[in-house]
């Protein structure tokens, strides 16, 4: 089994803008967004299209309040798997990305721990639910660990792009 090496993208300081600009607002209109970076339309929905195309722009997203909607408790889940294979690891993976609770998986090292997840629901009720009938049910899980979320000190998807020259 080899594992490829993720080719970099080159960006530079108009590509950085433009990023910068669309992790602040995705809703961002074309004409905005060149206005915004002090490019013409075109060139700037062609530098936009390249950035698509190379895979640096995966999707464009809205986020949601949480407890607006009623879903008022997050959970942090670290859950240990049985055996470190890799049919077992993409069972698991697999099962929990049909979950629509689960916000974010993360296959982890450093701790007793394989995965890291995150999920959001209304309350203690449908968490207790949540793993008891689908986590704690996926074959190879052999504990979980929940921590609760009591407040969001930064949440934040915007990648830090000051580090790219």
């Known amino acids: 089994m080899s594992i490829k090496k993720q080719e970099l993208v080159q960006l530079d300081k108009m590509d950085r ?5 669309l992790q602040k607002d995705g809703s961002l209109s074309n004409q905005e967004l060149a206005e ?19 895979g640096v722009i995966v999707k464009r997203a ?23 294979t890799p049919e077992r690891f993409a069972a698991f993976e697999e099962q929990v990305s049909g979950y629509p609770e689960v916000q974010e998986c ?17 309350d203690m009720d449908h968490y207790h639910h949540f ?17 609760f979320v009591l ?4 949440d934040n998807t915007a990648l830090p792009l000051g580090y790219l020259t």
């Open 106 to 122: 993360y296959l982890i090292t450093g701790h007793d721990a394989d995965y890291m997840l995150k999920v959001v629901v209304p």
């Open 36 to 54: 915004k970076v002090g490019l013409s339309p075109s060139p700037c929905l062609r530098r936009v299209r390249a950035l698509e195309d190379a």
């Open 62 to 84: 809205i986020i949601l309040d949480h407890k607006k909607l009623g879903l008022s408790l997050t959970a942090i889940l670290l859950i240990g798997m049985d055996r470190h």
């Open 17 to 21: 803008s433009i990023l910068e600009q």
């Open 151 to 154: 407040r969001r000190v930064i």
């Open 131 to 147: 793993l008891l009938n689908r986590i704690t049910r996926i074959q190879g899980v052999s504990g979980v660990h929940s921590s």
